[in-house]
């Protein structure tokens, strides 16, 4: 787990290479394990494997091109009339719960060599008419998912002192 962690990486080129059944229902699996507020899992996966959909997909997502060019491209939608409506008294937990699997599913596939890339560049309105998302359903994210045709550096993170205090906000 750690090392996929310390080594997963934003992938932005894949290769042509199918995702393997089996590996799509492992890492799909992954963020059906995911914790969720109530344990009310207020999210769904749409698995997008045409080339005419993902096109679609991808004029959306501003274009980004890696995302046409991966075998699988997942888009996130969170489903806030299913989750918590108050996290910390304020927020629905349909944004944290269907982050929480996805980020799961992300690190399943860096340990079984996939790659996957958060996308949050997207018109939510053309998404929802492309995939028929109903109105009351929000998109929360995207991702490619493949096998990756790179290796980026790690990139810079802020020190642990600048993320962390201890015993009270500092
Ligand atoms: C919420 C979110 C939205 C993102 N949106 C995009 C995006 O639209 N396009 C893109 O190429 N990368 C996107 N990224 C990837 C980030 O740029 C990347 O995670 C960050 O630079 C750190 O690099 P790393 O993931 O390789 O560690 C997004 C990441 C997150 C968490």
């Not at 787990?1 to 799909?28: D, F, G």
């Not at 005419?52 to 060019?69: H, S």
């Not at 079984?112 to 998109?139: N, Q, S």
Request: aromatic share 6%; hydrophobic share 40%; charged share 25%.
């Amino acid at each position: 787990m750690m090392e996929a962690i310390k080594t997963r990486r934003s992938i932005r080129k894949y290769k042509e290479t199918p995702v393997p059944e089996n590996l799509l229902k492992e890492v799909l699996n992954a963020a059906r394990l995911a914790p969720s507020a109530e344990n009310a899992q207020p999210w769904k996966i749409i698995v997008v494997m045409d080339v005419l959909v993902k096109q679609k997909v991808t004029q959306a997502c501003n274009g980004q091109k890696f995302l046409v060019q991966a075998p699988v491209v997942l888009v996130l939608c969170g489903i806030p009339e299913e989750a918590f409506p108050t996290v910390g008294g304020y927020m629905s937990s349909h944004i944290i719960d269907a982050t929480i699997a996805l980020d799961h599913l992300t690190l399943a596939a860096r340990a079984l060599g996939l790659g996957t890339c958060w996308v949050a560049k997207f018109k939510e309105d053309k998404l929802k008419d492309i995939l028929g998302i109903p109105e009351d359903v929000r998109v929360i994210a995207v991702s490619p998912l493949g096998y990756p045709d790179e290796s980026p550096e790690r990139s810079p993170r802020k020190n642990l002192e600048e993320l962390i205090s201890y015993d009270r906000y500092a």
